[in-house]
Nanobody
Framework: QLAESGGGLGQPGGSLKLSCAASGFPFSSFTMNWYRQAPGKERELVAEILNTDTTDYADPVKGRFRISRDNAKKTVYLQMNSLKAEDTAVYYC?????????WGQGTQVTVSS
């Protein structure tokens, strides 16, 4: 249902862009979220984009990350700039509807020089 891509190794101060391709549900009507989970920590919401294109961000990533969606391609993106070591985590795509909730398998992002 959700397939993330674009993770990998990023340099401190550098950029990475994650993608999440959706299938099997009415993508345009769902809220799409990016979560992350660092080792030993709970999963946390990083960014969300509503079906109205309204966005919100967690404080640690405000001004550095940008979430966007392409309803025609059924894809949500997370542009990550000014990367920090503390951004290292597994990033998960999430789709939330009125009565449905889907998760991707996650993609590893490691920020290191």
């Amino acid at each position: 249902q959700l397939a993330e891509s674009g993770g990998g190794l990023g340099q401190p101060g550098g950029s990475l862009k994650l993608s999440c391709a959706a299938s099997g549900f009415p993508f345009s009507s769902f809220t799409m979220n990016w979560y992350r989970q660092a080792p030993g920590k709970e999963r946390e919401l990083v960014a969300e984009i509503l079906n109205t294109d309204t966005t919100d961000y967690a404080d640690p990533v405000k001004g550095r990350f940008r979430i966007s969606r392409d309803n025609a391609k059924k894809t949500v993106y997370l542009q990550m700039n000014s990367l920090k070591a503390e951004d290292t985590a597994v990033y998960y795509c999430n789709a939330k509807g009125y009565s449905s909730n889907y998760w991707g398998q996650g993609t590893q992002v490691t920020v290191s020089s």
